[in-house]
């Protein structure tokens, strides 16, 4: 802190009433400014600030963007610290609208068309908030729940093993296990109506959920989060409640202090036989916007598709608290970004129940694999499951929807070409969306976005037929090991499942030399010698040391992407040419991109013609210096988040120096001055 620095007087909390806004139900951060002042002196002993202070009074309340730490260094640059800064030390007011319309905020408190996703964490919450009463005396709530075991069916789990012999009632009962009688697998309609049972006995009136999709479930056959009563520890059920409870006291005030009695619970939660990672789900019904479930599937979905490391503590062991609140800081700050694929920890374990992991088992069971019994109880503890998600259906309309500017027709003739001749290139100059199409078009013509049968891979000049086929590989005892590639991969998976459709797509296919790659394969890529009749032996035989002829199926289709202006590219030989059907994409600027961009891109519509027309203009004299597959293309000019408001002459001008500049200078590399004229052209007048 140095003098003349400005600093504010907070204090953070949370509210469920008398909001300027709709906040259905949900729980809203608040942060009030209670006065404001400027530096004058540091006394540099770590501790103390001279400081002129303003009193404010009323207090001021700033929602949403808040943070809870004593101390909270706010620098200018995007538009929620310089509105948080606004708010505080200049009196003007906060934009609700837009934060509540942000990607973090927006299922909760956003003008969400349709129907609301989500609606269920306002029962969850709720329920938790009516347990913590129960933590010090548990017996009527045990009580209450056997109460309803006698009325609905599904609680009859609820049986224990006494310390003195013989078995009876459960007689003492944790909040996640308490929440957990109406999160086992069984239809929607008992769990509503354990559920509502559960909600009338401790006094929660919110609605019942209409859905329960995404959220994950126990194994019905080992529903406790501890053991049974004669091998419990004494204090293992208090510890799951002190977790909860320190689990709620963060929820309300992330101070260091509360920070650290978490990570302390939570570890000693974990010791308690049946935890495991269950304890992450538990703390997901209880706070679902606050704490991430990190059962299979979400795991699975973390490492998989966010390329997060959850690391454990050690085998059949979860996470530690420290590494557990470390996760849930950090992907609190990539739920912020737009392009980012999840925006909630809702979102995360819906998505993780739609997710399948390229390598995951089709064959694998509901419940996750085999229970513990009474024997056997000592073993590892199972994971809590997801029921099965149904297929997401995915047509030419979604690709549509999602910013194709491309016609129907066109796409159209692209599956087309697809499904007939098995293989395609999607060629064209930099920026036309060949990626993006590619993997649209894979979606589209297996009927369904399912990540599994989609693998994509990039070719490069070191990229061997080792590597993509089939070679020896170090394994972990230092040995080597025959080990199949991507390509053999999907073949397998696409010949365990002849029903289904699988896809690889090969990003850059002429950046490496294919006919290497590919190997004897080349030749069995054709549509007309996809049968076990023209099957051939590789080169490596298989783990076994057996040589057993491969063929690709009918069922497996190849996509590649190929980058027509790259002059340091060689052409692929003939010889792959005849394999593939090869369609060209080219900038497409009109109608469909323009309303793209400012209903999607926050482009302003007073300059969006203008930005067409010199794109245009650009690709002119592009096209009659260099031939057409080097024009630029539209990606170039589609935000890929949206624009701050006012912020449209920024970015086309940033765009312009940055990214197509310096393109321009690579197409004209021995004559600098056009390549400079080209830009000012680009930019005259802006």
């Given at each position: 802190m140095r003098p003349g620095d400005r600093i504010a007087i907070k204090s953070s909390y949370t509210r469920k009433r008398e909001l300027p806004f709709n906040n259905r139900g949900a729980t809203v951060s608040v942060m009030a400014i209670k006065a404001v002042g400027t530096i004058i002196a540091n006394l540099d002993d770590g501790k103390r600030v001279q400081v002129n202070w303003t009193p404010v009074s009323p207090h001021r309340e700033w929602y949403f963007y808040t943070n809870r730490a004593t101390v909270w260094r706010v620098a200018p640059g995007s538009w929620m610290e310089d509105g948080l800064l606004a708010f505080a030390f200049d009196d003007r007011p906060q934009d609700l609208d837009r934060f509540r319309n942000?990607?973090?905020?927006?299922?909760?408190?956003?003008?969400?068309?349709?129907?609301?996703?989500?609606?269920?964490?306002?029962?969850?919450?709720?329920?938790?908030?009516?347990?913590?009463?129960?933590?010090?005396?548990?017996?009527?709530?045990?009580?209450?729940?056997?109460?309803?075991?006698?009325?609905?069916?599904?609680?009859?789990?609820?049986?224990?093993?006494?310390?003195?012999?013989?078995?009876?009632?459960?007689?003492?009962?944790?909040?996640?296990?308490?929440?957990?009688?109406?999160?086992?697998?069984?239809?929607?309609?008992?769990?509503?109506?354990?559920?509502?049972?559960?909600?009338?006995?401790?006094?929660?009136?919110?609605?019942?959920?209409?859905?329960?999709?995404?959220?994950?479930?126990?194994?019905?056959?080992?529903?406790?989060?501890?053991?049974?009563?004669?091998?419990?520890?004494?204090?293992?059920?208090?510890?799951?409640?002190?977790?909860?409870?320190?689990?709620?006291?963060?929820?309300?005030?992330?101070?260091?202090?509360?920070?650290?009695?978490?990570?302390?619970?939570?570890?000693?939660?974990?010791?308690?036989?049946?935890?495991?990672?269950?304890?992450?789900?538990?703390?997901?019904?209880?706070?679902?916007?606050?704490?991430?479930?990190?059962?299979?599937?979400?795991?699975?979905?973390?490492?998989?598709?966010?390329?997060?490391?959850?690391?454990?503590?050690?085998?059949?062991?979860?996470?530690?608290g420290a590494t557990y609140l470390k996760l849930v800081d950090d992907l609190k700050a990539r739920f912020t970004e737009d392009s980012y694929p999840v925006h909630s920890f809702p979102e995360l374990s819906l998505a993780a129940w739609h997710y399948k992991a390229p390598d995951q088992s089709e064959a694998e069971s509901d419940d996750g694999g085999a229970a513990p019994t009474e024997d056997d109880e000592d073993t590892a503890v199972v994971d809590p499951v997801q029921t099965p998600a149904p297929a997401v259906p995915y047509d030419v309309d979604d690709i549509l929807r999602e910013g194709c500017f491309l016609e129907r027709e066109e796409i159209d003739r692209l599956l087309e070409r697809l499904r007939t001749r098995k293989n395609l290139i999607v060629q064209g100059p930099p920026g036309t969306g060949k990626t993006w199409?590619?993997?649209?078009?894979?979606?589209?013509?297996?009927?369904?976005?399912?990540?599994?049968?989609?693998?994509?891979?990039?070719?490069?000049?070191?990229?061997?037929?080792?590597?993509?086929?089939?070679?020896?590989?170090?394994?972990?005892?230092?040995?080597?090991?025959?080990?199949?590639?991507?390509?053999?991969?999907?073949?397998?998976?696409?010949?365990?499942?002849?029903?289904?459709?699988?896809?690889?797509?090969?990003?850059?296919?002429?950046?490496?030399?294919?006919?290497?790659?590919?190997?004897?394969?080349?030749?069995?890529?054709?549509?007309?010698?996809?049968?076990?009749?023209?099957?051939?032996?590789?080169?490596?035989?298989?783990?076994?040391?057996?040589?057993?002829?491969?063929?690709?199926?009918?069922?497996?289709?190849?996509?590649?992407?190929?980058?027509?202006?790259?002059?340091?590219?060689?052409?692929?030989?003939?010889?792959?040419?005849?394999?593939?059907?090869?369609?060209?994409?080219?900038?497409?600027?009109g109608p469909a991109w323009r309303r793209w961009v400012t209903e999607k891109g926050g482009v302003d519509p007073a300059f969006v013609d203008d930005i067409e027309r010199r794109i245009l203009a650009l690709n002119a004299q592009i096209a009659e210096a260099f031939g057409r597959q080097f024009e630029i293309g539209h990606s170039y000019v589609t935000p890929t988040a949206k624009l701050e408001p006012g912020g449209t002459r920024d970015w086309f001008r940033q765009v312009a120096e940055t990214e197509i500049g310096p393109l321009l200078d690579e197409y004209w590399f021995d004559a600098p001055k056009s390549a400079r004229e080209a830009l000012d052209r680009l930019l005259q007048g802006w």
């Open positions: 942000e990607p973090f905020w927006r299922e909760r408190f956003g003008d969400v068309g349709g129907e609301q996703r989500f609606r269920w964490t306002v029962f969850y919450s709720a329920v938790a908030a009516k347990l913590l009463d129960y933590r010090a005396d548990r017996k009527p709530l045990i009580e209450g729940i056997h109460a309803i075991a006698q009325e609905i069916a599904g609680l009859g789990y609820l049986q224990d093993r006494y310390p003195e012999g013989g078995t009876g009632p459960l007689r003492d009962i944790c909040p996640f296990t308490a929440m957990g009688t109406f999160n086992r697998s069984m239809t929607d309609a008992n769990r509503r109506a354990i559920a509502g049972a559960l909600a009338k006995l401790i006094g929660v009136d919110e609605e019942l959920p209409s859905t329960f999709e995404g959220i994950p479930v126990l194994n019905n056959q080992r529903s406790w989060f501890f053991r049974y009563g004669d091998k419990r520890s004494e204090g293992d059920i208090d510890k799951l409640w002190d977790l909860f409870a320190s689990a709620a006291a963060l929820v309300d005030s992330d101070q260091p202090e509360q920070r650290d009695q978490f990570i302390a619970d939570y570890d000693a939660a974990i010791d308690v036989w049946g935890a495991s990672w269950n304890l992450s789900t538990g703390l997901y019904w209880s706070h679902p916007w606050e704490y991430p479930t990190l059962d299979s599937n979400s795991r699975a979905f973390l490492t998989g598709r966010l390329q997060m490391r959850i690391p454990p503590i050690g085998p059949q062991r979860p996470c530690s199409i590619a993997k649209r078009l894979a979606f589209a013509l297996i009927g369904e976005r399912d990540e599994a049968r989609v693998r994509a891979v990039q070719f490069h000049p070191n990229l061997s037929y080792e590597d993509f086929v089939r070679g020896w590989r170090p394994s972990g005892d230092g040995k080597l090991t025959l080990a199949d590639g991507v390509f053999m991969e999907a073949i397998r998976a696409a010949l365990s499942r002849p029903e289904a459709r699988f896809v690889v797509i090969i990003e850059e296919i002429n950046r490496g030399n294919p006919a290497q790659i590919f190997g004897e394969l080349l030749t069995l890529l054709e549509a007309g010698k996809r049968t076990p009749r023209e099957a051939l032996e590789l080169c490596y035989p298989d783990a076994d040391g057996m040589r057993r002829p491969v063929h690709v199926p009918e069922n497996l289709f190849v996509i590649g992407t190929m980058n027509i202006a790259d002059r340091s590219l060689a052409l692929v030989d003939l010889a792959f040419r005849r394999r593939f059907a090869f369609v060209g994409l080219e900038p497409r600027l």
